[in-house]
T-cell receptor, first 114, second 110 residues
Framework: KAGVTQTPRYLIKTRGQQVTLSCSPI?????VSWYQQTPGQGLQFLFE???????NKGNFPGRFSGRQFSNSRSEMNVSTLELGDSALYLC?????????????FGPGTRLTVL | GESVGLHLPTLSVQEGDNSIINCAYS??????FIWYKQESGKGPQFIID?????DKRQGQRVTVLLNKTVKHLSLQIAATQPGDSAVYFC?????????FGAGTRLFVKA
């Protein structure tokens, strides 16, 4: 099976712009979670989707949003970019709705905000 | 609030030695714990997991120990190899989200 894929792998934006990141989960996986990774804050949970519904959300401002499509692919959007949004954005998928189901991560999208 | 943390931010070991990476968690209600390995430029990779009804689980060269009394988790890597050099994260799962620790960087000296 192919792993979790994320596009694009690298992105450079300027302050005030918006960005959309894409994640394709492992085939058959219905849950997708997003994380932000920075040297200072480590891995922080953004949100989790299952069957097109957001089930949980981390402590991020409303500028961060996401959605999931019927084929389980997911996108996240960041509007009005700030310098502090520069980070590695990771997507993880898991098979079903169990809260203890193992997550498998993609390679991430490296976002740089200038 | 809930948190998962690590005792040692860096660990340096000689090739062939055993490595032990420690982690503390604070939510006694968590019932599932995972160790991930992250190499440079890659996403975290699942290593091993353990549920709260167990205190030990073994994989290939790795063992995870769970002590619920003191809310402590450890990852033991036997015969550490240069390819084991990476950042290791413990994680606690509950409520459809995963809380990660800060990470420990493991250096393996040849």
């Amino acid at each position: 099976k192919a792993g979790v894929t994320q596009t694009p792998r690298y992105l450079i934006k300027t302050r005030g712009q918006q960005v959309t990141l894409s994640c394709s989960p492992i085939s058959g996986h219905r849950s997708v979670s997003w994380y932000q990774q920075t040297p200072g804050q480590g891995l922080q949970f953004l949100f989790e989707y299952f069957s097109e519904t957001q089930r949980n959300k981390g402590n991020f401002p409303g500028r961060f949003s996401g959605r999931q499509f019927s084929n389980s692919r997911s996108e996240m959007n960041v509007s009005t970019l700030e310098l502090g949004d520069s980070a590695l954005y990771l997507c993880a998928s898991s098979q079903d709705s169990s809260s203890t189901d193992t997550q498998y991560f993609g390679p991430g999208t490296r976002l740089t905000v200038l | 609030g809930e948190s998962v943390g690590l005792h040692l931010p860096t660990l340096s070991v000689q090739e062939g030695d055993n490595s032990i990476i420690n982690c503390a968690y604070s939510n006694s209600a968590s019932d599932y714990f995972i160790w991930y390995k992250q190499e440079s430029g890659k996403g975290p990779q699942f290593i091993i997991d353990i549920r709260s009804n167990m205190d030990k689980r073994q994989g290939q060269r790795v063992t995870v120990l769970l002590n619920k009394t003191v809310k402590h988790l450890s990852l033991q890597i036997a015969a550490t190899q240069p390819g084991d050099s990476a950042v290791y994260f413990c994680a606690e799962m509950g409520g459809f989200k995963t809380i990660f620790g800060a990470g420990t960087r493991l250096f393996v000296k040849a």
